[in-house]
């Protein structure tokens, strides 16, 4: 069992990209996380996967409130360099990197498109 922040980290990072490239109604992506970084324990597979899910529904909701809030065809540049969504992600949802917050905010405008 993995327990560094650095694993952490890692474990974090490979729950990220697992969720940006699946369907998050996927039921077997918590399988495919401990098959993708093995060496953790289930509660740390459980916990990072529930981290990740509750960064990209905040996302989603930030962004849908932005889309809301706009008029149609108003345009979001990614990255958010100018940090409108990430510091308010990084405050609710501490411990990622910037790089999964925009890959968080990317899914949120993608899955808002109605």
């Not at 980290?9 to 098959?35: C, I, M, T, Y």
């Not at 996302?59 to 065809?73: D, I, M």
């Not at 405050?91 to 790089?99: L, N, Q, S």
């Amino acid at each position: 069992m993995k327990q560094t922040e650095t694993d952490e980290a890692f474990l974090l990072q490979g729950a990220v990209e697992l969720f940006s490239e699946k369907s998050r109604l996927d039921k077997n992506l918590l399988p495919k996380l401990k098959e993708k970084i093995p060496g953790f324990s289930d509660p740390q597979y459980v916990s990072a996967y529930s981290r990740v899910e509750a960064l990209f529904d905040r996302a989603c909701k930030l962004v849908f409130q932005w889309t809301t809030e706009n008029p149609p065809g108003a345009e979001f540049e990614l990255p958010d360099k100018e940090r409108v969504f990430v510091d308010e992600l990084a405050k609710e949802c501490a411990g990622f990197t910037e790089e999964d917050y925009n890959a968080a905010l990317a899914y949120g405008f993608e899955m808002t498109i109605f």
